[in-house]
């Protein structure tokens, strides 16, 4: 069992940035694949990014490629969701989510994630 708590939504105007962070409880975060995915209303949960055990993979949403950067401090059991250059369509709810079945790749689909976090408002005002 891993418990997800997210921090840092808010306000921002489109251009700014934010940094989310995910902090976990339980068993070693370590162990988990580690991803953010995001709702907004009246549309389906969609994937953001994921990162691998160790940090050294990432998987990206093409909609956030070179604007967001997850990171994590496995020493802290924190993961982090860097976002820059917000815009409109960035506006949701963002969730942490965790994976802890051996996979050969990071998943994308909400199905695999077996842990979630209650998620964290972002608004982005045009």
């Known amino acids: 069992q891993v418990q997800l708590v997210e921090s840092g939504g808010g306000l921002v105007q489109t251009g700014g940035s934010l940094r989310l962070s995910c902090a976990a409880s339980?068993?070693?975060?370590?162990?988990?694949?580690v991803g953010w995915f995001r709702q907004a209303p009246g549309k389906e949960r969609e994937f953001v990014a994921a990162?691998?055990?160790?940090?050294?993979?990432?998987s990206y949403a093409d909609s956030v490629k070179g604007r967001f950067t997850i990171s994590r401090d496995n020493a802290k059991n924190t993961v982090y969701l860097q976002m820059n250059s917000l815009k409109f369509e960035d506006t949701a709810v963002y969730y942490c989510?965790?994976?802890?079945?051996?996979?050969?790749?990071?998943?994308?689909?909400?199905?695999?994630?077996?842990?979630w976090g209650q998620g964290t408002q972002v608004t982005v005002s045009s």
């Open positions: 989510a965790a994976d802890g079945a051996l996979r050969l790749k990071i998943q994308r689909e909400t199905a695999f994630y077996d842990y």
């Open positions: 339980g068993r070693t975060f370590s162990s988990y694949v």
């Open positions: 990162l691998s055990r160790s940090g050294s993979t990432t």
